[in-house]
């Protein structure tokens, strides 16, 4: 049974759980003032983001200066009429992805925003859900071929992350992004036209219900005339071509429209790019049959769009099976792989009862002696992105700190995702998955080649490893042992252990294995000095290498 009931106290350890869970890790200090406070409170701050430990202010003024990697210069086309050269942009600058750079579409750009925002938001929460949605809407790159709309994808899970279930799944369901990905902006069902069905399928197989778990078919067709003509359009403005050749444009920004023959002002652009003041006719109309149920899909009685009554049906007629699927994919993600059951049905309920308010869901389930139950405590192993990010919220200077250095002391993030195939083969392409099905979890992440490229990772992380872009050489991650890593001079081998433990927090470790690691480092008597600063790192390493370093 999932005892759901909330604790009322709690250690040291569990705060490093909830952390680690819920975020992407405390630091031993930080631990350590969290656990003065009660758990309820101190829980729904985390998760509301609100207080003055969670103000963005600072974080949202250092992303104009996130990049620290120089910018090269575009050349001019000189085919191309019209093209200038763009100028080369000094570090540290904005990561040149979005709005009116939206043109130079990188996916690693946007891979390495996102984890400089994992990294260092103050409210981790609403990137721990963020990279839980990408993973669940598993949408990507190699498709939709727009990392700005990517990002607005992910931005869109930030915000509504929290929300309840239904306006969830509405919100991504109209998403620029969504709907180039699984082809909704080619769905026609006007007239004679075949609907188009691989957005409906995937939305009850993969996004709400689950394989085979209380729909056939008949409802895969009757969904996907519903979902008929739902594409976006975009502003003039919102589409800004690339100054070295500007032939080539890419849409920065999307607004959704059911393409019904309607007007489509302010806009004045198709998703495809085409000028046109009205949209095509493609949506379905009259009604459908959909879980026993007859629906007008041109209705748009309470503000909703053509056919949205019908992607909301799925939970006023499926709400038993949608909450399975979701307590399924919660308990996974956040507490353990071992559940039963009873587990299941417990998790389950208690989303029903709630509403599907996912704000309420998640501190109920944060909050419950199941999360915290010692047994669920580094019974999961960690996604390669949630190891990463910890590992450098750990061992890298803190936003305030790091950012007052010249140069500064950020991680060089776009030179890690610019080594293109890291991510993906450390088994977590962000931004980027092979299918709409997501990344596996738990045991998946790990084999030998993902843990090849986990031991690169963590060689970059802890050994002060630098890489040369440009004529200049960036450190990957910028760490200093001796004032960053330990304020207090250690004063033998296990008390390196004891902090190192402390900022990284694997898995129990076996004590034969420890005691090897320290006789190997420090044979002789200890000194804390450069050499020992050194051994220090090369601790680092292989505590993160380790088989209890994947567990969280």
Not at 47 to 70: E, H, K, Q, R
Not at 175 to 191: R, Y
Not at 407 to 416: D, E, G, Q, S
Not at 515 to 530: C, E, G, I, K, R
Request: charged share 15%.
């Amino acid at each position: 049974m999932a005892d759901l009931t909330p604790v009322s106290s709690w250690t040291l350890a569990d705060v490093q759980h909830f952390a680690r869970r819920a975020g992407f890790g405390l630091s031993p200090e930080e631990t350590a003032l969290l656990q003065l406070q009660a758990p309820g409170a101190a829980i729904d701050a985390w998760i509301d983001g609100s207080g003055a430990a969670y103000d963005p202010a600072a974080f949202n003024a250092a992303l104009g200066t996130a990049d620290v990697v120089a910018e090269p210069l575009v050349a001019a086309n000189t085919s191309t009429a019209g093209s200038v050269d763009v100028p080369a942009v000094p570090a540290p600058h904005a990561f040149l992805v979005e709005g009116p750079d939206a043109w130079r579409n990188s996916l690693n750009t946007a891979q390495a925003l996102c984890l400089w925002r994992m990294q260092f938001n103050p409210y981790a929460f609403q990137e721990r859900m963020a990279l839980f949605w990408h993973n669940l809407f598993a949408t990507g790159f190699h498709k939709v071929n727009n990392a700005a709309l990517m990002l607005k994808q992910i931005q869109l899970f930030r915000s509504q992350g929290l929300a309840r279930f239904d306006d969830l799944l509405v919100a991504v369901s109209k998403d620029p992004a969504m709907g180039i990905w699984l082809d909704s902006v080619l769905n026609n069902a006007s007239g004679s036209n075949i609907p188009n069905e691989n957005y409906a399928r995937e939305v009850l197989e993969l996004y709400s219900l689950g394989a085979d778990n209380g729909y056939n078919q008949t409802d895969i067709t009757q969904l996907a005339r519903a979902l008929s003509g739902w594409s976006f359009t975009f502003a003039e403005g919102d589409y800004p071509a690339n100054p070295a050749n500007p032939t080539q444009k890419v849409v920065a920004d999307g607004r959704f429209k059911v393409y019904d023959g309607s007007a489509i002002t302010p806009d004045t652009r198709l998703w495809s790019g085409t000028a046109r003041a009205t949209s095509y006719s493609m949506h379905g109309t009259g009604t459908i049959s959909l879980f026993g149920q007859t629906l007008d899909i041109t209705t748009t009685t309470n503000g909703w769009a053509k056919g949205e009554n019908a992607l909301r049906s799925i939970l006023s007629a499926r709400g038993a099976n949608c909450a399975q699927f979701l307590a399924k994919r919660l308990i996974l993600h956040f507490i353990t792989p071992a559940y039963s059951a009873q587990d299941l049905n417990d998790v389950a309920a208690m989303i029903q009862t709630a509403n599907f308010d996912l704000r309420t869901v998640m501190k109920t389930l944060l909050k419950s002696r199941y999360f915290f139950d010692p047994a669920n405590q580094h019974a999961l192993i960690e996604g390669p992105i949630s190891w990463l990010v910890r590992g450098a919220r750990a061992l890298c200077p803190s936003l305030a700190v790091g950012g007052a250095q010249a140069p500064k002391a950020f991680p060089a993030w776009r030179l890690l995702t610019n080594n293109a195939t890291t991510l993906d083969q450390a088994g977590m392409k962000l931004l980027d998955p092979s299918g709409p099905n997501g990344w596996k979890e738990h045991a998946a992440w790990l084999n030998s080649n993902t843990m090849r490229y986990r031991t690169k990772l963590a060689a970059a992380l802890t050994l002060g490893e630098a890489r040369s872009s440009n004529g200049t050489s960036y450190p990957l991650f910028p760490t200093t042992v001796a004032t960053g890593w330990f304020p207090t001079a250690p004063t033998s081998a296990q008390g390196v252990l004891d902090r190192l433990l402390a900022l990284l927090q694997p898995g129990p470790i076996p004590a034969p294995v420890s005691a090897a690691w320290l006789s190997a480092l420090w044979p002789t008597a200890f000194t804390w000095d450069a050499a020992s600063q050194t051994k220090a790192r090369e601790l680092a390493f292989l505590i993160l290498c380790s088989p209890s370093g994947q567990l969280y």
